[in-house]
């Protein structure tokens, strides 16, 4: 009875995942305008002179290993946990990724503050997008020791749960299981120098950008041709762009569900400090270096 009263009020029975990057993605000029400024920056001049080099070059090849060293291979984020049907944030597991990034340590203390407090519910919503399981039709989160069901998102706001079946629908499956590719897009969603508050935009949208070349540079070394690595990098960005214009739509019910105000409990976080973990060396995957 559920069931029916759900799809009644237009609730979608099953998801179809994008398996074969065929749906059409309308150009968004915000997005193919972030993707040229990359290009015509600094970054590209290397593949400009050596185009047909699919091989990551040292220095890109060095960043990749440092970003996947920070996450150490994982792909789940556990930004929130529950407890007594109440949401608490989680950020320590973040801070701690993000101090082993260079990029991040060199960042003031206040525009670290900023960042995370901005980008949290996007890197939430980005990790639901990737880490969406189709066999239960929901999101298993071993660490937090919970599943949730994707009815709940539709109850929790209707809005929300029909924008992000788009985006996972829409979202190339074949990169949910490239770690690689999992990892650039968060750091993607973190350094964003279009963040309002910010001290030192220059220096984050760098790093940004630094991320965005990489994610393109990485796709050529996975794909059969220049051309199919520009297709899944446009979608790939198209898809960090709908996140975070779906989160900016729901941020403040997010808030209200929360035991302790989330810029508090960054600022705490971030100010305490977080133990850096001992320093280990890791090699990306299947990087073809």
Known sequence: MNFIHL??????????????????????????????????STLSLRSEYWPDDVKL????????????AAFKGQRYLNLFALNNDRMRACPDKLISICNEIK???????????????????HLHTMDGVINYDSTIDGWDYPASD???????TFIFNRSFHDGL?????????RFRNDINVII??????????????????????????????????????????DCEASDNHYRLMVKIEHVRLLTEKTKNKFLRLLHEPLLETITKAITLGVPKRMPQMFQAPHLKT
């Open 7 to 40: 799809v009644k009020h237009g609730y979608k029975m099953s998801l179809s995942l994008n398996t074969n990057s065929e749906i059409d993605e309308p150009w968004n000029a915000n997005v193919g305008q972030k993707i040229l400024s990359v290009y015509f």
């Open 57 to 68: 070059d040292g220095f890109e090849s060095l960043l990749m290993d440092e970003a996947y």
């Open 103 to 121: 990029g991040y340590r060199k960042i003031l203390t206040s525009d670290k503050i900023t960042l995370l407090f901005n980008m949290y519910y």
């Open 146 to 152: 919970y599943k949730f069901d994707r009815r709940d």
């Open 165 to 173: 079946n788009y985006v996972i629908e829409t979202f190339p499956d």
């Open 184 to 225: 650039l897009i968060y750091l993607i969603v973190i350094f964003n120098g279009d963040t309002t508050g910010l001290k030192c935009p220059e220096m984050i949208r760098h790093e940004q950008f630094s991320y965005i070349y990489l994610l393109r540079r990485y796709l050529r070394t996975v794909c059969e041709s």
